[in-house]
């Protein structure tokens, strides 16, 4: 929906659903005179301005849960996908070019995870089962989780840079997580790692992963997402164009069993706000 009909429409409405590309900002909840609740069908809520809606009394909700396993795997795979340089000889191979390049295993690697929330933790414990040793860093406490899965925790952003041969973030994108891999953190990097963003694209500087790439610092990016969807900057297009970047159309939970899921758990959760009036 565009955003002006949304504002058009939305004072007569008491429940909004909406995915991720929806921006529901102060503006559409200044003028939602009988919204009561915003349901994000999905996970991430930097598309809703919560502290406008809380203000308002309005009660926001998302299903966090749903998704996790869905964007897990496909973490992984772009992972192996990235180590295999799978994309880019599939191409070759299909143009005619039979090319045997040179990969890595994911076997005895170091995967650093920044974020061991939901994703981040399902990643470790897939990434447990392919042999890899995995460290992670986290702001908050996650030391029994890291505990459980067998996850080495570390004590800074800059030790798990350092110490990383694959980068996975799983981040909210926050004031604090805009841009955390920017020139400096991607200099401290081992050279030839391999970077995977399945989390928001702002949680990277695209220009300084540009560069990094470019300078053959970063082997390769393997992204689910980006600062801008669909991508419009030059600099933006020059990236996902770039030989040794995979890309998706930010597909993190699109699959039937997530979307199915977050259907259930958003209703479920309506119900229970409109039956007890919490
Ligand atoms: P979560 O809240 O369960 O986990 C996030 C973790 O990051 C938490 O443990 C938190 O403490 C940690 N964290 C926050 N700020 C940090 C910082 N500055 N440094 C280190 N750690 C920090 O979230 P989740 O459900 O695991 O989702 C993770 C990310 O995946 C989010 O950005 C979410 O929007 C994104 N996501 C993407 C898709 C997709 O389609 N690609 C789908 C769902 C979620």
Do not use: C
Request: a positive charge; glycine letters at 8%.
């Amino acid at each position: 929906m565009r955003y002006e009909d949304l504002l058009n429409m939305i004072k007569d409405f008491d429940i909004l659903i909406v995915r991720s590309k929806t921006k529901v900002d102060r503006e559409v909840i200044e003028r939602g005179i009988r919204l009561k609740i915003i349901a994000r069908a999905g996970s991430g809520l930097d598309n809703i301005d919560v502290n406008a809606a809380n203000a308002k009394g309005i009660i926001v909700i998302n299903a966090p849960e749903a998704p996790v396993n869905s964007v897990a795997e496909l973490t992984i795979g772009l992972m192996i996908a990235a180590a295999r340089r799978v994309v880019e000889l599939s191409l070759k191979t299909k143009n005619g070019v039979w090319h045997k390049a040179m990969g890595v295993e994911l076997y005895g690697k170091t995967l650093g995870i920044i974020g061991l929330g939901r994703i981040g933790g399902r990643v470790a414990e897939i990434a447990k089962a392919l042999g890899m040793n995995v460290i992670a860093y986290d702001i908050a406490d996650v030391t029994e989780k890291a505990k459980r899965i067998g996850v080495q925790l570390v004590s800074s952003l800059d030790d798990i840079l350092r110490e990383s041969d694959i980068i996975s973030l799983h981040v909210p994108l926050t004031k604090e997580t805009y841009h955390m891999i920017d020139y400096r953190e991607l200099e401290l990097m081992k050279n030839g790692v391999i970077i995977v963003n399945t989390s928001r694209g702002a949680v990277i500087n695209t220009r300084a992963l540009l560069d990094a790439l470019n300078r053959g610092k970063v082997a390769a990016a393997a992204l689910d997402v980006l600062e801008h969807e669909p991508p419009r900057e030059p600099w933006e297009l020059e990236l996902i164009r770039h030989p040794r970047v995979i890309v998706t159309p930010h597909i993190g939970s699109q699959t039937k069993e997530a979307q199915e899921r977050i259907a259930y758990e958003i209703l479920k959760k309506i119900g229970l706000i409109l039956k007890e009036g919490a």
